[in-house]
């Protein structure tokens, strides 16, 4: 049951078509016209609004945009309506709507649901919506890594959850390996380090500095320095505020307060003003005489040994040598030594850490040893019945003699994991080396189908490859360009019942020039240019009744009224509705 439909398109300015609608089937389209009327143009667009590279050469001349837009019906509960809620998009009335517009000068921009996204995320969901085949995707089934990879696909859950063990041991086993490899490579270099490291604490732990010792001993280097002007400074100020023993006539501030304060003591009761100021000068004797013993105590106190100075200086010149080297201040030096006895302490243990990593590398290899022997397997047992199956479909396909086969195999590396009893070479999806191989004819040997298909050949291996997965692993909409090339007669018949087969799960999409396979669609659109070359709204129709019937004759014959061609097409048109 198809899930979720393409329903339709517009293309605006792109290539030859300026204007037009393109109304798809749930099942069967196929989309016809002559050569160069623009019906790869649905491809295309369809590309686009997939995320696919938009090239600015695609934009009609004269034209400033390109626009495709499409509207897809969705199940609201589905994976690709979550992840598109996700984003912000809305779905309007069960379908979601996808918008791509290319500049002419090359910008593009993505809607989604009403809303901007990046153009990454519309090829996000594209692997869930939509399975696009042309003549590229055919030259991609020659590549072994897009044929294990199909392999992997038809092989689910027994490729799957070894593969995805795999790849998680893979990964840790190339951060491990990496890892050795620079503290091996690297060994002179850390023991050069480390060396550094031990002259620094070693240096720093025979001066064994104090946080903020620095400072104090700046700010005592500067006061023994000034001893005898402090201690001078300090005795004059002593006597103005105190007096001079060796002059009794001499005034000071102790003295002149003192008289100020019993001028004011027989009146201060009269005003509350005046009172408070006698208090005012109260409290100023006091802090005069406070003042005057702390001065005498600090001259007294005054430590103005030249040794203690030397020594000093001595201990200041010692911080410096390790400021000058390892930071700005002592704090700064302190930091540095401890940062330093870590990263020693990391590099002491290199041996150690060099022999842990060791041991889990080479565990690691046997856990990847163990899971490609998994793989391997898990590839044979599939490949077995996906081959069977694809050539059972060839079968069906005009090649009743050709026989479809795979080979696995590995390449020995005696640096590699243990497979089948030998070392082979590995790599992120494991260590086979996977080949789709055909054999089109009794007594012909299995030859690649890089080396021994022929175009109409490699276009139904890959229909029949395609039909196996609808079976399996189905897509809800299969976009096929010119698939049938170089196919003709009983083989296109086949293919077309073939695609008729597979739109009965999935909705397909086909360009196609063969009136054997268009006779099978349930829709038949035609892609006409007008006069001045390009293709207009009304230049993509439906095609019903007595219209199909000319297309098909004219493709079929190149004349549109030829009774023959006529006959032809009705007989075509009523087989395929036999087979439905």
Do not use: C
Request: charged share 25%; glycine share 8%.
């Amino acid at each position: 049951m198809v899930v979720h439909v393409l329903e339709e398109m517009r293309i605006r300015s792109l290539g030859v078509i300026d204007d037009a609608v393109v109304e798809l089937s749930p099942g069967f389209t196929a989309v016809t016209g002559e050569t160069g009327a623009g019906k790869t143009m649905v491809v295309t667009s369809l590309g686009l609004l997939l995320g696919g590279r938009a090239d600015p050469a695609l934009v009609r001349i004269g034209a400033p945009s390109a626009v495709v837009e499409g509207r897809v019906s969705v199940t609201p509960d589905a994976a690709v309506a979550r992840r598109a809620q996700e984003a912000g998009a809305e779905l309007d009335e069960g379908a979601l709507l996808i918008s791509r517009t290319v500049s002419a000068e090359g910008r593009s921009r993505a809607h989604l649901g009403g809303r901007s996204v990046p153009v990454g995320l519309l090829a996000e969901l594209a692997d869930e919506l939509v399975a696009v085949h042309g003549q590229t995707d055919q030259q991609g089934l020659l590549k072994p890594a897009r044929q294990r990879a199909a392999l992997d696909r038809y092989a689910g859950d027994a490729v799957a959850v070894p593969l995805a063990a795999y790849g998680e041991a893979y990964r840790r086993l190339r951060a491990v390996s990496a890892e050795l490899d620079e503290l091996t490579t690297r060994a002179r270099e850390r023991a050069q380090e480390a060396d550094l490291l031990r002259f620094g604490l070693a240096e720093i732990e025979a001066v064994e500095p104090r946080a903020g010792e620095d400072a104090e001993l700046a700010a005592e280097a500067e006061r023994l320095g000034h001893a005898e002007a402090l201690a001078s400074a300090a005795a004059l100020a002593h006597r103005a505020l105190a007096g001079d023993p060796e002059d009794p006539e001499a005034v000071d501030a102790t003295t002149l307060v003192a008289g100020a304060g019993r001028a004011l003591e027989g009146v201060r009761s009269h005003d509350p003003a005046l009172a408070a100021l006698a208090d005012r000068i109260g409290e100023i004797a006091i802090l005069l005489s406070d003042v005057a013993g702390e001065l005498a105590g600090y001259a007294d106190n005054l430590d103005a040994d030249p040794r203690r100075l030397a020594a000093v200086e001595e201990r200041r010149a010692a911080l410096t040598g390790l400021t000058r080297k390892y930071g700005e201040d002592v704090a700064a030096v302190l930091a540095w030594a401890e940062d330093s006895a870590a990263r020693l302490t990391e590099l002491d243990s290199d041996d150690d850490r060099i022999a842990g990593l060791t041991a889990e590398r080479d565990a690691l290899r046997a856990e990847l040893s163990g899971l490609a022997q998994a793989l391997t397997d898990a590839r044979t047992d599939a490949a077995a019945t996906f081959a069977d199956a694809v050539t059972a479909e060839l079968a069906s396909l005009a090649m009743p003699h050709a026989r479809v086969s795979f080979a696995i195999r590995q390449t020995e590396d005696p640096d590699g994991v243990e497979v089948g009893g030998r070392r082979v070479a590995y790599g992120p999806s494991g260590a086979d080396e996977v080949e789709l191989l055909l054999a089109p004819h009794p007594g012909a040997p299995p030859r690649p189908i890089a080396k021994g298909a022929s175009g109409g050949e490699l276009s139904r291996v890959m229909l029949a490859v395609e039909v196996v997965f609808a079976g399996t692993d189905p897509v809800p909409t299969y976009l096929f360009d010119e698939v049938d090339a170089g196919v003709g007669g009983k083989a296109a018949v086949e293919i077309g019942r073939r695609l008729a087969k597979l739109a009965r799960s999935a909705q397909v999409v086909v360009v196609t020039h063969l009136p054997q396979v268009a006779a099978f669609a349930d829709r038949q659109l035609l892609v006409e240019k007008t006069n001045d070359g390009s293709v207009t709204r009304s230049g993509v129709t439906v095609l019903e009744g007595e219209d199909r019937v000319r297309e098909l004759s004219r493709m079929l014959a190149g004349q549109e009224d030829s009774e023959t061609a006529r006959a032809h097409a009705e007989e075509l048109l009523a087989t395929a509705r036999a087979d439905v």
